[in-house]
């Protein structure tokens, strides 16, 4: 007998399962049937697909069983089974992705946090049970194995004889205390009642013996018993229910079951398609984002069923990327069952049924916009970066499908707003649609050239993710109206008598600005203006690079290096433009140098660009302070 520890993340999770923190346990036996039921899938699709391996799908079951004297009960199947390794590695770890962060003390809402990242699963039966044997044989293998547990100390995989491929397992029962009385599992009725609960849509019979008293005959008073196998699920899957026989709370629980969420979903959509391409789908999305999705590994998809056969667990095709936080299932009598993924991507059907789900599911998005908004703006929270994406991705393709599911925060509303609310509430006199970008609305509000589009009572969208500034260009204009980065090339905001006089205090000012362009290698321009507020100085940008989309650049792996054209805007109206002016006059070109770096730096300070020489300009600013 080989005896095995487990690995230290899998023992800490194990942990919290048996001293349950997760307080309805009758769970366990969702989460062994939904296991077996995987297990019969799996042998079943195996046998379409190599011919090494022939079963009959009317004979694929889940059996349960229990004995109220050994206080056991046993859930056995006749699928694909576990090899030794596979024990080993399925059983034996259950930290399978990403990493647990366990803390000590950790509240039980922590706790369920960690749990909920991994999905209950198969150590959900330590919370009802103190020694575990699961004897398995692989339908690849002669051998069967036997694998034990009886909590953290580690398991043991030993030989053991069975005939069949599948798996049984077998759960000792804790003893009865005063928090929990364990034998309830022991009761026909209560098994029944919870596979009625939680596993009715199973596709799969789960068949047990019930056990009947019956008088023995009509006068007498005396009772004889007999056994009768029993399928306790109705295997219709709740998809192909009709609406009224399924409850909200019904669609819910399927989606926390199968997609290991703790939370319920944020909207479930339900379609029933008749026509070229049938097809069913029950779709989710989810009420805040899975907990691998911002991980390299993460696979979108949609479980694939051909008329209630799942052919594919995870069908990528089924929705786009923008949508890729989707879940669900879908089901259709028109695909083959032997399809193999090569011929699905090819199957006109799936793209069909594809293109239905995509407008289906940004139908709903575009429905909930309007009549939820509350409910939509929680979704936006948590997606909208994924759809702004979808706005830029592939040079714009699907930017006319997603535009207007778009939000931005507006200055003056003071919360999210769409482009469309943007353009409803322009003045006639305003033309463009303006937005600043920075890395939060605080910093945005701090900005230099922000208070003249305010002062001219125009509104102004908050652009704060990095992605946000492509999804703008991407989408390029708006009824009409161009978008116009406050901080990017001339605003137009100045009467024609306030710029001539700027372009007169440039141009008389000329040989100044130039020395000072002169000492800045990084900007393009030096210049003084006239639309800046109070702030003496500003950066600014030409051409269709901005200074946020240069930082997003600048972060990537492999830096193009691609640079903003940029501009050092001096405020004229502020005292240091007084002082510039009087230093050239006096020929001071040290100290002007001085200066013209040391309001440089401000600038990229304020636009939170890196300052590339911060001891040379922090030594700088001393100097002149200390005169
Ligand atoms: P999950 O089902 O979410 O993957 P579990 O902890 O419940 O996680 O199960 C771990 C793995 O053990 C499963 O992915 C499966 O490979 C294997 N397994 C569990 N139960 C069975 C079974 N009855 N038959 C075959 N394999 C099983």
Known sequence: ??????????????????????????????????????????????????????????????????????????????????????????????????????????????????????????????????????????????????????????????????????????????????????????????????????????????????????LKDKDSKEYVEHREEETLNSMIPIWKKSKDEVTDADYENYYMDRFSDFDKPLKVITSSVEGVTSYKSLLYIPSHAPADYYQEGYEKGLALYSNGVLIMDKCADLV?????????????????????????????????????????????????????RDKYIEFFKTFGVQIKYGVYNNFGADKEKLKDLVMFYSSKEEKLITIEEYVKNMGTDQEKIYYASGSSIDKIDHMPLVDQVKEKGYDLLYLTEYVDEFCIT???????????????????????????????????????????????????????????????????????VSIEMQKVFDAMPNDLGIKADTVLEINEKHPIAKKLKALYKEDNKKELENYTKILYSEACMIADLPVENPTEISNLICDVISK
């Open 320 to 372: 786009p990327d923008y949508f890729s936080f989707v879940k669900g299932v879908v089901d259709s009598e028109d695909l083959p069952l032997n399809i193999s993924r090569e011929t699905l991507q090819e199957s006109r059907s799936l793209n069909l049924i594809a293109k239905n789900i995509e407008s289906k599911i940004r139908r709903e998005l575009e429905e909930m916009l309007k009549n939820d």
């Open 1 to 214: 007998m080989e005896k095995h520890e487990f690995k230290s993340e899998s023992k800490k999770l194990l942990d919290l399962m048996i001293n349950s923190i997760y307080t309805n346990k009758d769970i366990f036996l969702r989460e062994l049937i939904s296991n077996a039921s995987d297990a019969l899938d799996k042998l079943y699709y195996r046998s379409l697909t190599d011919d090494k391996i022939s079963c009959n799908r009317e004979d694929l079951c889940i059996k349960l069983d229990f004995d109220k004297d050994k206080r056991i009960i046993t859930v056995s199947d006749n699928g694909i089974g576990m090899s030794k390794e596979e024990l080993a590695d399925n059983l034996g770890t259950i930290a399978k992705s990403g990493t647990l962060e366990f803390k000590d003390n950790m509240t039980n809402e922590e706790k369920l946090n960690v749990i909920g990242q991994f999905g209950v699963g198969f150590y959900s039966a330590f919370m009802v049970s103190d020694k575990i044997t699961v004897e398995s044989k692989s339908v690849d293998s002669k051998e069967a194995y036997v694998w034990e547990s009886k909590g953290v100390e580690g398991y043991s995989i030993d030989k053991c004889k069975k005939e069949d491929n599948g798996t049984t397992i077998t759960l000792r029962l804790k003893d009865n205390n005063e928090d929990y009385y364990y034998d309830k599992y022991l009761d026909q009725y209560e098994i029944k009642s919870l596979v009625k609960k939680y596993s009715d849509y199973i596709s799969f019979p789960i068949k047990m013996e019930m056990v009947h008293s019956d």
């Open 474 to 544: 991407a989408i390029q204009e708006f009824e009409g109206k161009k978008f116009q980065n406050i901080e990017n090339g001339d605003l137009d905001l100045e009467s024609e008598e306030e710029k001539e006089k700027t372009e007169k205090v440039n141009t008389k000012n000329k040989k100044l600005l130039e020395f000072m362009n002169e000492k800045l290698s990084d900007v393009s321009d030096v210049r003084f203006t006239n639309r800046l507020k109070k702030h003496p100085v500003s950066l600014t940008s030409k051409g269709d």
